[in-house]
């Protein structure tokens, strides 16, 4: 049922636009769908935010409210200012909601809703507009909210209905201000109302969402559209005209915030315009003055449309840097591409200047929310479309180690957030450093962060750096039930911690093979083959009693040497699948099976698929992983799963399995994600696998399949370049998706990946496309580097990688034509 807002005039004007705007060609910006996610999961912020925008202003909901807003049936508690989206956890921020009522029943100011329980009110169905920068939604007491922002200013127009719906109710709006978050953590908090302007400033102390420590933040609110007719204070479900409250965390019962509401309120007569009322709320992280400062600054005249008008133009152009020639392609597909682009670009969230704990001329970022999910598809995509945002982000985590002495893995509102696996801001800070992203990043203070993390382990490594170490450096692996006496952390994952710590190795080899430092080079790729110790060649895998037939698993290890067992299939969806999240179970798998995990030697693939039995076996291996229901791909872990039939001299396959889950599992609709987004990690997931160049993170790599368009071009930030892959014979049912032949600038391309220096340097990548598998890309020179010689290496038990026997990890220079440089 759609039941239509009539009141006001304001919304005849905006359908009206809104048709006139469909009639037009649909442009990028008008294909992202800012609701996707929003449902089973997806936690997805469908808000009002510009790109990595510290302001994210939504409506909070009283149910699954991680993003703050759910498109399920559940009540609005009020529009908050901050946000993290897609995350995991606990709903994260949502500090300090306003929310607003038409009028008290009776002109008495206590018989408004004041606690959260208390005024929470159904949404209208089918009221919610969602876009780039703007959202709206009808609440059931008739009033209809709008939000915009600026990088650090939330704005609302709220209409009021003519005559209130609630009973003996004369039009005279209130609008409440609470001293609550979403996960309700606040212990203290102050309001302060100037009684004059009616301007409201306040600031409370809250708990990170997935994160030690506690942080405070500040907000100062403003009002405009109506005259103020009083103010006051409300503490609990009582309201009063006191101008200050100061609210502190019981010392006998600790309550928590949500079971002690406090605020402030301001009522207005009936509205001068359009029954409307506009609150500015500025935000920060050093002081209330401070939140004022950035309001007025950035929002100096309460124009909503101005606003608007200005966060479209810069959501514009950021997605400008991409252009697709669709090919006649469904719009499921244009609209998860574009949403998913979108998606990219909500966090990390620029808060520079708002730093309460160092002084510093270096950018801050934060949300890094958190860097095990992002590391591997959302910063690729960062550094590819908007290069000098990836800059700032990296600059932002060496001025994070400066300060704090580790990277962290993850981030929220200046907390270290926990550790889920590796020290995985080794793997951005090298892909970072391959891709050229450079311009002011002390590459020094880069190395030293990064051994840092190889080789100090942190008293309490649940937040940062690595655990283990010491058994890491003499055994060659993490040790299951490890004894480590030099810091705490939560000892679960030995398998999965140990071939991410491999991984994160390799790539410090590699960075420090670049810088020269080649006993480190060999030190480090020695430690990259550790994933080998905890393969236990004779493991066998059943599933429902049945033999899978495949042999050679990762599996627990003690520190005596003796195998432990953990079924290789334990915590895939086919078996306990949620027994391996960080705050259950405490398995030696993070949020995976062996299974999976045996896939993960992101650096020397061409081991694994030898190690597996050779490339037969390792096809055959992998469609079980995809087929059986083994893997679940809306976890990070899954998606590099997809592409790595390319090791095995199998391109095509790589591109079938990436039909196979766009657009079964991510697509237009609101639950188009299979998993919580991350921050934007399921979106660029899907943007990169559409563009046809996922990347394996941490290396100059880029895997070839076909665009699931018939071109896209991406034009570089840094050198203003244009990089056009095309398709010829494009097919958009998606069913001609595999590659026939390549030429790259005119001249044949073999390779089945890509390297950056195409972006950076622009050209066109053409693929001639067929319905058939070919021998495109197939033949071992074809395929993209690994440590191992083209998998005929041996690797001796715990003692890793020998650099001089094995070969080198060379990345190849090419030239623009796709020649090999020497
Ligand atoms: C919303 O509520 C209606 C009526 O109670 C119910 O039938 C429906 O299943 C609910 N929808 C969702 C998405 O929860
Ligand atoms: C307060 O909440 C009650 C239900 O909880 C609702 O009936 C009433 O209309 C609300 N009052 C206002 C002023 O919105
Ligand atoms: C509102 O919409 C949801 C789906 O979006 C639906 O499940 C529900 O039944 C609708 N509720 C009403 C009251 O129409
Ligand atoms: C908003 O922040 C971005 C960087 O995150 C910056 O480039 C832009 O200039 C800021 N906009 C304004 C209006 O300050
Ligand atoms: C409505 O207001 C009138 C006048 O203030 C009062 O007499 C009456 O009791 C009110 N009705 C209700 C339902 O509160
Ligand atoms: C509230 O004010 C008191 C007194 O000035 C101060 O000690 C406290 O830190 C403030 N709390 C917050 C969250 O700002
Ligand atoms: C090795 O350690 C494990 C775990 O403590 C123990 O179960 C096993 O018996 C030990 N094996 C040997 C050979 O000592
Ligand atoms: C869209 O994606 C969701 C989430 O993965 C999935 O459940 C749904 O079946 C998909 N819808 C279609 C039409 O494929
Ligand atoms: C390994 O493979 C390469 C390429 O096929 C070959 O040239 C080399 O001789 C092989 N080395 C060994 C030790 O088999
Ligand atoms: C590596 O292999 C070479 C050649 O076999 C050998 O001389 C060297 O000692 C080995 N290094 C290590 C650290 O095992
Ligand atoms: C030191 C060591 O263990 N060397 C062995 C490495 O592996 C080869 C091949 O299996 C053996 O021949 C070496 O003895």
């Not at 889920?420 to 450093?433: E, K, L, M, P, T």
Request: net charge negative; with cysteine.
């Amino acid at each position: 049922m759609n039941i239509s807002w009539k009141k006001g005039l304001s919304v005849v004007c905006w359908s009206i636009a809104l048709s006139t705007a469909n009639a037009q060609r649909k442009t990028p910006f008008d294909y992202v769908d800012p609701l996707i996610g929003t449902i089973n999961g997806g936690h997805v912020f469908p808000g009002a935010t510009l790109p990595f925008g510290m302001a994210k202003a939504g409506p909070d909901v009283n149910g699954e409210n991680q993003g703050g807003f759910a498109s399920d049936n559940s009540s609005i508690i009020g529009f908050s200012h901050m946000h993290d989206s897609g995350t995991g956890g606990s709903p994260s921020l949502g500090n300090f909601p306003i929310f607003p009522q038409a009028g008290c029943p009776n002109d008495d100011i206590n018989n408004c809703n004041f606690t959260y329980w208390d005024r929470q009110t159904p949404r209208i169905n089918g009221t919610v507009k969602a876009s780039p920068g703007y959202f709206a939604i009808t609440l059931a007491s008739q009033v209809r909210a709008e939000m915009t922002v600026t990088n650090r200013t939330a704005l609302y127009r709220f209409t009021f209905p003519d005559i209130s719906v609630t009973p003996n109710t004369t039009l005279s709006p209130l609008i409440l201000v609470d001293l609550a978050d979403l996960p309700k953590t606040r212990s203290d908090g102050n309001i302060t109302i100037h009684s004059r302007t009616g301007r409201i400033t306040g600031s409370g102390t809250f708990l990170p969402s997935f994160g030690l420590g506690t942080y405070t933040s500040y907000f100062c609110a403003d009002f405009d559209g109506a005259e103020m007719r009083d103010a006051g204070v409300f503490a609990n479900s009582r309201a009063g005209k006191a101008k200050k409250l100061m609210v502190t965390t019981g010392t006998v019962d600790k309550k928590p915030s949500n079971l002690r509401p406090a605020g402030g309120w301001v009522q207005f007569r009936a509205p001068k315009r359009n029954n409307q009322v506009l609150a500015r709320v500025g935000m920060s992280w050093v002081s209330e003055a401070q939140a004022c400062r950035n309001a007025e600054k950035e929002i100096p005249d309460f124009d909503f449309n101005g606003v608007h008008e200005a966060a479209v133009e810069v959501w514009k152009e950021k997605l400008d840097v991409i252009k697709i020639e669709d090919g006649g392609v469904s719009e499921v597909l244009l609209r998860a591409f574009w949403s998913g682009i979108y998606r990219s670009m909500i966090s990390p969230q620029d808060y520079t200047g708002e730093n309460p704990f160092w002084k510093s001329n270096e950018p801050y970022y934060d949300s890094f929310y958190c860097i095990w999910d992002s590391f591997r598809s959302i910063h690729p995509l960062i550094t590819l479309i908007d290069p000098h945002s990836q800059t700032l982000m990296v600059r932002a985590l060496l001025d994070i180690y400066r300060h704090e002495g580790k990277l962290p893995d993850c981030r929220m509102s200046f907390c270290k957030g926990f550790t889920q696996g590796g020290s995985n801001a080794d793997v951005v800070i090298a892909d970072a450093y391959f891709k050229k992203i450079t311009a002011g990043i002390d590459w020094k203070l880069a190395y030293e962060a990064l051994i840092s993390d190889a080789e100090i382990e942190p008293p309490n490594w649940d937040i940062e750096g690595r655990g283990g170490l010491e058994s890491w450096k003499t055994l060659g692996y993490i040790p299951t039930e490890n004894l480590d006496l030099l810091g705490v952390g939560t000892e679960t994952r030995s398998i999965s911690r140990t071939v991410e710590y491999a991984y994160n190795d390799f790539c410090i080899a590699l960075l420090a093979k670049e810088f020269g430092h080649l006993d480190d080079y060999h030190k480090y790729l020695g430690r990259s083959g550790n994933w080998i110790n905890m393969y236990k060649a004779d493991q066998t895998s059943f599933i429902n009693g049945k033999d899978t037939g495949f042999v050679g698993f990762l599996q627990p290890r003690y520190m005596n040497g003796t195998w432990g067992y953990q079924d290789p299939i334990y915590c895939s969806p086919l078996l306990e699948f949620d027994q391996c999240y960080l705050n259950s179970g405490g398995h030696e798998t993070y949020e995976g099976s062996c299974w999976l995990y045996t896939f993960f030697v992101p650096g020397d693939m061409a081991t694994l698929v030898k190690t597996l039995g050779g490339p037969d076996t390792f096809v055959k291996r992998l469609d079980f992983l995809h087929e059986s229901g083994v893997l679940y791909i809306g976890d990070e872990q899954g998606f590099l799963k997809v592409f790595l039939y390319h090791y095995a001299g199998r391109p095509a396959l790589s591109a079938t399995r990436a039909h196979f889950y766009i657009p079964s599992q991510f697509n237009d609709s609101i639950n188009g994600i299979p998993g919580n987004d991350d921050s934007g990690a399921m979106g660029s997931f899907e943007a990169l696998t559409m563009m046809g160049i996922f990347p394996n993170a941490g290396q100059d790599v880029y895997f070839i399949t076909p665009p699931f368009f018939e071109s896209v071009s991406i034009r570089n930030g840094q050198t203003g370049k244009t990089a056009t892959i095309r398709n010829k014979n494009f097919d958009p049912t998606g069913k001609a998706v595999y590659i026939q032949s390549a030429t790259l600038n005119g001249k044949p391309y073999m390779r089945n990946w890509l390297q950056h220096a195409f972006f950076l340097e622009g050209g066109t990548l053409e693929l001639t496309l067929g319905a058939t598998e070919s021998k495109w890309g197939t033949r071992l020179e074809d395929l993209p580097p690994s440590l191992g010689p083209f998998g005929n290496g041996t690797i001796n038990g715990t003692t890793g990688y020998n650099s001089t026997v094995h070969r080198r990890w060379e990345i190849p220079r090419l030239d623009v034509h796709g020649s090999l440089v020497s």
